[in-house]
């Protein structure tokens, strides 16, 4: 027995934008109920606002909405072992 | 009679994001209860995201809160007259 996976995270990293639009999608077609857009850092930040705003705008308007964004603060250690911040966030997008 | 201004908009744009954490930081200082940050474009984005979790976990940890997240698509009109979409996100930081 196949049970659909009903949430999906998606870690939004340094590919294009579309990458994630479409993985998107495709979580969403394979059954989810709920897609989660993890991102930390500048650019992936920015990538994954724009994934959000596709999804619920362009590529399945009506169907999908964005019910919580969380913004965080990550440590990360980073070369030479200094622990520095840096902003993080959490879009949870889900079938309406 | 000097009437304080309870609500302050701020736009993020191409500054340094210790700019707008300074410009939040004397909003709230000079008696506003709620502060919207509010930025258009990547870069733009990630720095309000950058300038909000500052103001809540390091500069008035426990005195603001992140009350709203608004993410958006504006229509801009670029050079040639051609229409694009581009994410925008408003952020509203407010007194505890």
């Keep these: 027995m196949s049970t659909p996976q009903q949430e999906t ?8 934008t579309t990458s994630y639009v479409i993985a998107t999608v ?14 930390r850092g ?6 994954a606002v724009s994934t959000a705003v596709m ?17 965080l603060t990550d ?5 030479g072992g200094k622990e520095r ?3 993080a966030i959490e879009i949870v997008l889900e079938r309406v």
């Design 26 to 39: 495709m979580s969403f077609n394979a059954g989810a109920k709920k897609v989660i857009l993890k991102a």
């Design 42 to 47: 500048g650019g992936a930040i920015a990538r």
């Design 75 to 79: 440590k990360v250690t980073g070369q």
């Design 85 to 87: 911040s840096v902003a």
């Design 55 to 71: 999804i619920r705008d362009r590529f399945l308007p009506n169907q999908v909405r964005i019910s919580d964004i969380k913004l």
């Design 9 to 16: 995270t998606i870690l939004v990293g340094k590919k294009p």
